[in-house]
């Protein structure tokens, strides 16, 4: 079957519909489980639309002999070979912040539900009990967080973080105290070394890099305070989990709230079982709002590129580079 567009993950909008009327458009949301068959369906076609559990490594490139653009749902770039895909010169496109509001607003869904027992409180009050005093919580006011990586999402959680009354810490190694997101959002640049000290709430915007793989290990969680709370919404690797399961059990931290896993779906998790850990399945950036911005833009870029056009939205070049 000949494809122009092919979506190897769960990805429905009013924007895929109307690339269809126009494109050969193969939906196959479970495809990216099979690898043999994903390398075969992906010659001769010209783009792919993914979320982040499709690996475009280099294998999947040279298997897809006629690829033009790849489309990522989301802004997390780690499984795309972009080295490769430069090589191919085939566009990159990605949807920059259409997804920030949604988990900047996830950060506090999580931070609240553990500030106030609510999992644990619902649980007591549905099995008939009324034990208050369990319930014993926290007010985010007066509070320090520390937010690492001050982008995008980053800046968003700061803004929100100072309307809570919050004191509001961020390392970003690429900002200086002059760029918009420190002046605008009255984060103060620190070290992580003194973000990570100073901190009750820990907050990761971080992308997966060589640099950032492993960043929050046992030698950092042990630099956190003992009631500090870790929330990681941006990518599971950048957390060391063995390392988190032992300050945990050690009693070393306060506390984790976690939407992203190393492994993903993460199966059996050492962390399942421990108090004081708050689980949600990478659904920050999961809001009705935020999964239409993200797919129609990244759509509209895959309709450009499709069309000769060169895309608006993209992380290496906007139009293909074939020789």
Known sequence: MITDLLLTEEIQDSSVDEMATRYRVSHEPDLWKHRP??????????????????AVDRELVEAATG??????????????????????????????????????????????????????????????????????????????????????????????????????????????????????????????DEGLREADVVSCHLPLTRDTRGLLNAE?????????????????????????????????????????????PPGHNPLFSLPRVLLTPHIASWTHEALHRVISTVAADVDRVLSGQPARNFANFPTPRRA
Request: glycine share 10%; with cysteine; aromatic share 6%.
């Open 37 to 54: 068959a994903l390398l075969e369906r992906v010659s001769g076609v010209r783009a792919l639309l993914v979320r982040n559990m499709t």
């Open 67 to 192: 690829l033009e653009v790849v489309g990522r749902i989301g802004v997390g770039l780690d499984n795309l070979d972009l080295g490769a895909l430069a090589e191919r010169g085939v566009v990159v496109c990605y949807p920059p912040e259409e997804n920030a509001v949604s988990v900047a607003e996830h950060v506090f869904a999580l931070l609240l539900s553990f500030a106030r027992h609510i999992p644990a409180a619902d649980r007591g009050v549905r099995e008939g009990r009324w034990d208050r005093g369990s319930f014993i919580g926290f007010e985010l006011a007066g509070k320090t967080i520390t937010i690492l990586g001050l982008g995008r999402i980053g800046y968003r959680v700061a803004v929100r973080a100072r309307a809570f009354g919050m004191r509001v810490l961020a390392y970003d190694p690429y900002l200086v105290a002059q760029h918009s997101f420190v002046t605008e959002s009255g984060a103060h640049l620190v070290s992580l």
């Open 220 to 264: 950092r969680l042990a630099w956190m305070k003992p009631h500090a709370l870790l929330i990681n919404t941006s990518r599971g690797p950048v957390v060391d989990e063995t390392a988190l399961q032992a300050a945990l059990e050690a009693e070393q931290l306060g506390g984790a709230a976690l939407d992203v896993f190393e492994k993903e």
